[in-house]
């Protein structure tokens, strides 16, 4: 059974992944849109969509520190245990309520905004609701596991976060999640879920994040040649000189 | 470089909004652009569409020039742009533009027999519930509400209180807009994706639909408002030129439908170094001639040269010495940009009207064609003369008063010409022209014809049979159709545009059976319903189904049954 969470499972929706986003971004480059409903609705959006992103923003920042980097190197910088979970342990709190809150009032205005709530997709609501579950347990694991230390210590970064870089390595370590306290359990299964959503939803929007405009030039000009003309493919003896 | 550039001749307008709904026939008759207008006709004075765009001291669209001389977007540079980009804080909201709505026809059919008529009630595009009807693309047509809306077109500010209001009393004209594609746009420069460029042989500017993810910068950057937001697709649409026609050699689908034939479209061969330059000077006023200066002399064989080695073909250059609209812009010196103090450099341009001249001339009794009599008017209506200086100069009369005297003068030159009178030589010499000059100036507004009003040079024959709208290319089997659903409407590979506008429709218009079984997902947009069948969402759940069956029962069989007798 813990292969099955712990490898198969997660390989699984990595793969999806992966592979998901490939065949997206081929098939469907035109779908490929944040679909923002701010036509529709401003006001709660103008409050909601950015604390949620910038809460977000906080939190994969958070995990990063937290799963990808050893305590060894943090040792190694100077950074105790204590000043160590005081940071992630407030930055995390920040960021989840900001990331949480934000998300309440986005899928209340979801809910109740009649033009948002008629342009909402199937896929949108199955990805809301892991979104939710996901953020629930991760503020879960933060407040009742580090803080108040419900159901004993745990320290992630000898377990959760080991596992996590065997698992990046390809050389993954059941073990070390089978220990670990069912909140943690829970948010990494839900996490992996979303995961393999994630190709198919609107989350696509945060991979082309458009960095790339602080160093273009203000005006694009484009050749009409550079593509094939027309959308169709040329016909066999058809193709262009050169192609 | 080479630019497709059009010219309006105001005078012609009437108004007719035929330009308007073509275009929305042929370009934005989908779900998700119910409310876009690549082309809208507003009544000026008035508030535009969407409302008060004008005012970009609230939209913040377009370019401002900084203190220190540079050339900066007003709603801020790329690290704003980018910190904002979760909510766009200057996005037109829907209530900016109206929302869209159908009519529930069925109840005018379906209802039992009443004391009262039934009524079809408008219904919401957006929700599906009943909806008022508060607003619409051109709600102040004609003055319409002039006394509560007009009143509050921004280029009045300032002037308002001597601007009278009563419908008999006020000035009014037309203005049609579609996108300027501007030498210099700061919807382009908005953009945080790079999708929206500049096409370089013939300088219209496009979406590319497949790199555009929604941000709706460009929304805001544009000052005219002229890139729409499609709620369905999440992606931005903007007016083409009709690329797929131009190509061609077909002039744009609002020039082709023009009842007044008051739209020109020529090249128009610029300098794209000085564009910035240009787009930086001083003074707002300093603007249209800045612009000017930009366009080359085709007929200069330094120019000619220049233009042959940049790669732009012979027949694109004999193509820009023909052109009207350059004639129009330099050689008589009568067309104007809008709003050039937006620093975009616009190619739409504008001949003025002078109709609200001669319309007060004529119904004070006096001679409007009379050249004193005119220019005395151009000189005493200060009003509707600085409205179309706010307009068109940035608030500069001088320009202005300079067409309006050469319209004029056309004016009262043509009547002796016409009532086979000797032309009176001092008349054009009063605003600086040659007889030969103004009478041609006369043929290019009064008589061109088709050929000389479009000069569109065709892209080059070798790429041709792969250009959209002649479609020799395989029709239809290579495009995947529009899978829709699960990933959210308009997923999957896009249609060509000519075979999704042209095909779609006709076969649609033309076919025996339902297409699709009569199931069209999404909205309806009444403007591309062929009267064939139900589609989803035309009526509120629980009416009976309208689709005839097959069984040799029901309306089906009664038609068929007519038409073979």
Redesign the interface.
Known sequence: MSLFLWVIFPYLCLAVFVVGHAW?YR????????????????RL??LG??L???GMLGVVGGHVIGLLIPRSWTDAVGIDEHRYHLGAVIGGLIAGVMALVGLAILVYRRRTV??V???T???DKVMYLVLTVVITLGMWNTIAGSTLNLGGEYDYREGVSVWYRSFLAFQPDASLMTQAPIGFKLHALAAFALFALWP?T?LV?VF?A?????T?P????????VR????????RG?E?VGS | MAQLAMVMNLDKCIGCHTCSVTCKQAWTNRAGTEYVWFNNVETRPGLGYPRTYENQQEWQGGWIRKANGRLALRSGG??K??LT?????K?P??QDYYEPWTYDYETLTNSPATDTFPVARPK?L????DMNVEWSANWDDNLGGSREHAARDVLLAGIEDRVRMEFEKTFMFYLPRICEHCL??SC??S????A???????GIVLVD????????MCVSGCPYKKIY?N?????AEKCTFCYPRVEVGLPTVCSETCVGRLRYIGLVLYDADRVLEAATVAEDSDLYEAQRSVFLDPEDPAVQAAAEAAGIPGDWIEAARRSPVYALINRYRVALPLHPEYRTLPMVWYIPPLSPVVDIMRETGHDAEDRGNLFAAIDALRIPVEYLAKLFTAGDVAPVENVLRKLAAMRSYMRDLNLGREGDASIPASVGMSEQDLYEMFRLLALAKYDERYVIPT?HAE?A????ELAT??PVS???GGQT????E???????VAVENFRMLQERQTSDQPVEGGRVTGRVNLLSWDGRSAPDGLFPPGAPPRVPRRDGDGPQAARDGREGS
């Open positions: 997206r098939y469907d480059a035109f779908g490929w849109t944040t679909r923002s409903s701010q036509l529709y609705e401003d959006l103008r969509s950015p949620f992103h910038f009649g033009p709530f008629s342009a997709t199937a896929m198919f609107r929007h082309s458009p960095v790339g405009y602080l273009r203000y005006i694009v000009y484009r050749s009409r040649d094939p003309l027309g959308t169709s493919a040329a016909r058809w262009r | 790329r690290f742009k980018l980009i979760f909510s766009n804080p996005l909201s829907i919401s957006l929700t599906g519930k210099n746009p382009a420069a953009c945080p994706s790079g929206i460029y500049k096409r370089s042989e013939d639909q497949d790199r555009c993810r929604g941000w709706r937001f709620h369905k697709t999440g992606k892209a790429q049979h792969a250009l959209e290319d395989c290579s495009y995947g659903g699960t990933l959210g308009g997923s999957g590979k896009p249609l060509p």
